[in-house]
């Protein structure tokens, strides 16, 4: 039971059925990415307002002398909120120029503004995420060989804060990582 195809000139009989496939995967990748911004929106915002907000006093003999440990002491966690900030702020003002992508999957330019600055945006939540990860490993560990003394025994709440801000940056970074390849993947199959 063969089926006859008549093809016309100029004409192939796959071109049919291959550009609705395309298309279509094409509208799967640019969802994709508009659900992995919103996904590394919350996990920006959250670490940013987590890191921002912590903050612990510790009585000592007194209450008029007291020990206080927040976030603004050190310039690494500083860093942290100031990056999460900038870098959750581009996510959000990227959302309509992926939601294009929707209407229009086949648009190239944007797409390669999107990868350019979503890799920049990887490279600041990374050293943030980097520098506030090395000051939570001494808050936790301390150094000997400095004299530096870990202070998580006695700050646990700050250290509970700070640790789990990371895990929102380093999640949105991952997620970044993941529409950069989204993005080289549409950019690739029009190729």
Request: hydrophobic fraction near 55%; proline fraction near 3%; aromatic fraction near 12%.
């Amino acid at each position: 039971m063969t089926k006859d195809v008549v093809v016309e000139h100029g004409e192939s009989s796959k071109a049919p059925l291959v550009a609705p496939v395309a298309a279509g995967v094409g509208r799967a990748v640019a969802v994709a990415d508009v659900f992995l911004r919103f996904i590394a929106i919350i996990g920006t915002i959250g670490s940013a307002i987590a890191m921002g907000t912590t903050n612990e006093t510790l009585p000592f003999f007194t209450q008029f002398i007291q020990f206080e440990a927040k976030y603004s002491d050190l310039p690494s966690f500083t860093f942290f909120v100031a990056a999460n900030a900038v870098v959750c702020t581009y996510l959000v003002l990227s959302i309509p120029l992926s939601i294009v992508h929707i209407i229009r999957p086949r648009a190239r330019y944007s797409r390669l503004i999107l990868i350019f600055f979503d890799a920049a945006m990887l490279a600041l939540l990374t050293a943030g995420a980097s520098a506030a990860a090395a000051i939570v490993y001494l808050a936790h560990k301390g150094n000997v060989r400095a004299n530096w003394f870990a202070i998580c025994q006695q700050f646990d709440s700050f250290c509970e804060r700070i640790s789990g801000s990371l895990i929102g940056s380093f999640a949105a970074m991952v997620l970044l990582i993941m529409l950069i390849f989204l993005s080289a993947f549409a950019l690739a199959r029009r190729h």
